[in-house]
Each structure stands twice: as structure tokens, then as C-alpha cells.
């Protein structure tokens, strides 16, 4: 089980805007910068929303990210087939137990 | 060109012992925050460990507490986890990945996969 909540899969056709959501808590994204990494299969991951809603270099603007309250999406508009990966949102946690770094289950999308 | 790159996985028994090494080239390691990430086979990321620049702060999640020791040595532009105690549940491609402190994981090694199995 995940500290951070995403939806398992999403789905979209080419053109199409789609919506990846991840919900936390207060001690994750209610108080932490939120972070987005697309995986492609037998690759590492790649940063690609990095403080709530900042894109890193490189990234289309196609790609981004929000955040609202101990909740975060992010948002893929001008669906491609490229985009076909998994997503991960993730956040630091001040758990009791000392710092640590959480991620979500992630979503795994397809382009239909 | 900025790189990270992971060696020292393999097959090992459940007890055993594992270290794993991260380089990092193109940039001014001893500048950056550092950790590793699994992920086991099908499955999502895990955080597993976290190093200051200066190897003053350190942070486990709880399924390594214990177990695990990240390390680095600046002068050397290397990463370390020594893994103790491995158990079948830590299995995984183990990546390293640079922290640029609040604006994210931005660089990651290609990983290196640990198998724990008898």
C-alpha cells in the first residue's frame, strides 16, 4: 500500500487531455513539494514536474503539474502515443519516524 | 555529459550481504544530495535511502532501517549501499538518483539489479 494515492491506469485517445491524480496527506504533499517521473518499461525514470508545477528542461509544456490542498494532478494535454508510460507522483513525508521520500503506486497510461 | 552509473548487484543468498556502488561523472559531486530507489520486478518505485552533500544528514525508509548503510565518498565521486541481512522482498533494480535538493530526483543511473534467492 502506497502513502501516496494514484489511480492504476488511465487511458486517452491522440489529442486528448488526460488527468493523473495523487492524493497524500498533511505530512506529505500538505506540506512538501510534489514531484512527477514518467517510466518507460526497462528504463530509469525522469523528472518531469519538479517543485508542484516547474518543468525541468526539456520538458514539453504538454506536461504539468498542480497541486491543491493534500492533493495533486497532472495533467498531459495533446495526448501522443509517445506518452504511453507509467507516472509517479511522489513527495518527502515528516513522519515520526525521520524524513522520508514517498512515492505513489503510479498509473500506468495508455494511448488508445 | 551528466551520468550516473550503478555496479555490485547480483545473486546473492538470503542473509547475505551486497554493495552496491554509484558513480557520478559531469558535474561536481560532492555538491549534490543523493539517493537510491528500487523498484522490484512489475513493481512501483520504493525510496530506500537518502545522503546529504556532505554525508551529515541520512534518512532510511523503514524497510531498510537497520539493515542498509548508504554512504559516499566525495573525494572519489561515488555513492555507496552496503546491504545486510537481504531478504527475498529486496529484490529490485536498485537506481541511484542526484538530488538537487528542492527541485527534485533529476539525474538517475541506468540501475542494477539484485536478485536475493536461494
Known amino acids: 500500500q502506497s502513502v501516496l494515492t494514484q489511480p492504476p491506469s488511465a487511458s486517452g485517445t491522440p489529442g486528448q487531455r488526460v488527468t493523473i491524480s495523487c492524493s497524500g496527506s498533511?505530512?506529505?504533499?500538505?506540506?512538501?513539494?510534489v514531484y512527477w517521473y514518467q517510466q518507460f518499461p526497462g528504463t530509469a525514470p525522469k523528472l518531469l514536474s519538479y517543485k508542484n508545477n516547474q518543468r525541468p528542461s526539456g520538458v514539453p509544456d504538454r506536461f504539468s503539474g498542480s497541486k491543491s490542498g493534500t492533493s495533486a494532478s497532472l495533467a498531459i494535454s495533446g495526448l501522443r502515443s509517445e506518452d504511453e508510460a507509467d507516472y509517479y507522483c511522489?513527495?518527502?513525508?515528516?513522519?515520526?519516524?525521520?524524513?522520508?521520500?514517498?512515492f505513489g503506486g503510479g498509473t500506468k497510461l495508455t494511448v488508445v | 555529459e551528466v551520468q550516473l552509473v550503478e555496479s555490485g548487484g547480483g545473486l546473492v543468498q538470503p542473509g547475505g550481504s551486497l554493495r552496491l556502488s554509484c558513480a557520478g561523472s559531469?558535474?561536481?559531486?560532492?555538491?549534490?544530495?543523493m539517493n537510491w530507489v528500487r523498484q522490484a520486478p512489475g513493481k512501483g518505485l520504493e525510496w530506500v535511502s537518502y545522503?546529504?552533500?556532505?554525508?551529515?544528514?541520512?534518512y532510511y525508509a523503514d524497510s531498510v532501517k537497520g539493515r542498509f548503510t548508504i554512504s559516499r565518498d566525495n573525494a572519489k565521486n561515488s555513492l555507496y549501499l552496503q546491504m545486510n541481512s537481504l531478504r527475498a522482498e529486496d529484490t529490485a533494480v536498485y537506481y541511484c538518483?542526484?538530488?538537487?535538493?528542492?527541485?527534485?530526483?533529476?539525474?538517475w543511473g541506468q540501475g542494477t539489479m539484485v536478485t536475493v534467492s536461494s
Open positions: 498533511s505530512s506529505n504533499i500538505g506540506s512538501n513539494y
Open positions: 559531469g558535474f561536481t559531486f560532492r555538491s549534490y544530495e
Open positions: 545522503i546529504s552533500s556532505s554525508a551529515g544528514m541520512i
Open positions: 511522489a513527495a518527502w513525508d515528516d513522519s515520526l519516524s525521520g524524513p522520508s521520500f514517498v
Open positions: 538518483a542526484r538530488d538537487d535538493s528542492s527541485d527534485g530526483f533529476d539525474i
